[in-house]
C-alpha cells in the first residue's frame, strides 16, 4: 500500500462491533468482563482503548513499524522511551534539539542518574567521540529544532549498529510523508503528534513507533506502567488529522520553498534555515532522506538586532505569534524566548539560537498572502 493511502487506512477496519466506518470515540474507562479474565480484548483504558487502538495501528502504518504507542504529548512520549534506561546509562543527543527535550534531559532525568552528552550529529566522529560501554541510546532530531540541521539517520544508525546502543528519532519536524527514519535503521521513532500528524493546532498528543517485538512490549510497559496514555478524544483528533496528512504536507512543502526562496532575496535577512535551499550546509543529505523539505523556515536578521524581531512579530497580520508549529495555519515563534528559553543562554548562544532568530512554521494558506504578510512586515 502506498503511503497516501496508508494515512487513510493502514491497519485500519470499519468498527466491528457496528461498522462504522470511522473509528468512533470509546469514552468508557473500563470494560465488561463475563467471568475474571475472560473480556473481548480490552480491560481498562491505561492498558488499551479501541480508539487509541485504532491510532497506534495508524501510527504504525505509516512510520512503517510493527507496533504503535498514543501518549498524552510528545514530551510524554519522549519520558515513555527515556524510563526504557536505568541509573548509570548514558544518552548522546543532538546538540540543537527542542528546549522542552533538553529540559527533560537535564533537569528530570540527569537527577535519577542519567548521563547526557550533546553533540552536533551533524559530524557524525562527534557520536563516537562521546560512546563509552555505558552508551545506550543516541537521541537524534532530525530536521532540529529551530536551527533545521540535517542529521544523516542511515549514516548514525550504521555506526552504533552491533554496539547494543538505540537510536531513537524525533521525527516531529519532517512527519512520517517525509521521512521514514524506521527504514533508515532507526530503533524508535518519536513524534510530537500535537504538530503535523494532528495538523490543526487543535490537540497535545505524542507518538513512539518501533518494529521489535521486545521493543515493543518494553515501549508498552512504559506507557501502560508510567500512565502518560492519550485519551480517546485526542487519539480520534489525530487520527483524523492522519487522514490529511499527505495533502497537507504537500502545501506545506510548496508554501516553505516560496517563503525561504523569498526570504532568501530579502535585503533584511542575515542567515537563512531550510534545508531545501541548495546553500544549506546539510541539504544533499536532506535530499537523499527526505521526500520533501517541509513547512519550517528559520532566519536571523543582516542587524543582529533583538527589536527588529520583535517588530517584524509585532507587525504580522497572517501569521500568528504562538508556540508549537505544523497546523495548516501559519505561526510565527521566537524560539529565545518562547520555545527554547529553558536553555540557558550560554548554550543557546553557542548552539546559534540568537536573541534575533524567528522561527516560521508555514501553513497551507495562498502562498501570496503569506509571502505579502512577510513583505509587509519586513518592510
Ligand atoms: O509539545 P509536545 O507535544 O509535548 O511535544 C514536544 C516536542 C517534541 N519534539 C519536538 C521536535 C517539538 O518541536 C516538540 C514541541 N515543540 C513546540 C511546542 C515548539 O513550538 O517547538
Redesign the pocket.
Known amino acids: 500500500m502506498k503511503f497516501n493511502t496508508k494515512t487513510i487506512h493502514g491497519k485500519q477496519q470499519h468498527d466491528p462491533s457496528t461498522g462504522a466506518v470511522m473509528t468512533p470515540i470509546y469514552q468508557t474507562s473500563t470494560f465488561a468482563q463475563s467471568s475474571p479474565g475472560v473480556h473481548k480484548g480490552y480491560e481498562y483504558s491505561r492498558a488499551a482503548n479501541p480508539t487509541r487502538t485504532a491510532l497506534e495501528n495508524a501510527l504504525a502504518a505509516i512510520e512503517n513499524g510493527t507496533h504503535g504507542f498514543a501518549f498524552g ?4 512520549a ?1 519520558d515513555g522511551i527515556l524510563k526504557l534506561l536505568k541509573a548509570g546509562d548514558e544518552v548522546i543527543a543532538m546538540d540543537d ?2 528546549g ?2 533538553f529540559r527533560m534531559f537535564t533537569r528530570i532525568y540527569q537527577n535519577f542518574g542519567l548521563k547526557f552528552s550533546f553533540v552536533d550529529m551533524t559530524r557524525p566522529e562527534n557520536i563516537l567521540a562521546k560512546i563509552t560501554p555505558q552508551t545506550k541510546l543516541i537521541w537524534v ?1 532530525t530536521p532540529t ?1 529551530p536551527l533545521m540541521k540535517i542529521v544523516d539517520i542511515k549514516l548514525v544508525c550504521d555506526l552504533v549498529k552491533d554496539k547494543g546502543i538505540m537510536v531513537a528519532v ?1 521525527n ?2 519532517a512527519s512520517p510523508y517525509l521521512q521514514n527514519p524506521l527504514d533508515l535503521g532507526a530503533d524508535i521513532v518519536m513524534h ?4 503535523y500528524l494532528g495538523g490543526h493546532s487543535d490537540v ?3 507518538a513512539v513507533v518501533v518494529k521489535d517485538e521486545s521493543l515493543a512490549e518494553k515501549i508498552h510497559f512504559s506507557l501502560f506502567a508510567g500512565g502518560g496514555i492519550l485519551g480517546p478524544q485526542d487519539a480520534y483528533l489525530i487520527l483524523r488529522g492522519i487522514k490529511t496528512l499527505h495533502v497537507r504536507m504537500q502545501r506545506h512543502c510548496e508554501n516553505g520553498m516560496k517563503v525561504a526562496e523569498f526570504l532568501k532575496t530579502h535585503p533584511k535577512i542575515g542567515q537563512l534555515f531550510f534545508p531545501g535551499l541548495i546553500e544549506h550546509p546539510n541539504h544533499e543529505i536532506a535530499k537523499k532522506q527526505m521526500k520533501g523539505f517541509g513547512g519550517m523556515v528559520s532566519f536571523n536578521f543582516k542587524s543582529g538586532k533583538k527589536e527588529d524581531a520583535f517588530r517584524f512579530f509585532e507587525r504580522l497580520k497572517i501569521f500568528t505569534l504562538a ?3 505544523g497546523g495548516v495555519e501559519s505561526l510565527a ?1 521566537h524560539p529565545a524566548s518562547m ?1 527554547h528559553a529553558s536553555i540557558p543562554i550560554e548554550i543557546r548562544t553557542e548552539q546559534g539560537i540568537s536573541d534575533d532568530l524567528v522561527r516560521l512554521s508555514v501553513g497551507i494558506e495562498d502562498a501570496d498572502d503569506l509571502l505579502a504578510d512577510l513583505e509587509q512586515s519586513l518592510d
Not at 510530537?192 to 504538530?195: D, I, L
Open positions: 504529548s510528545g514530551l510524554a519522549t534539539l527542542y522542552g527535550s532530531e529544532n524525533d516531529t519536524f510530537s503528534a500535537t504538530k497535545v498528543a505524542g508556540e508549537s508549529l515563534n520555545t
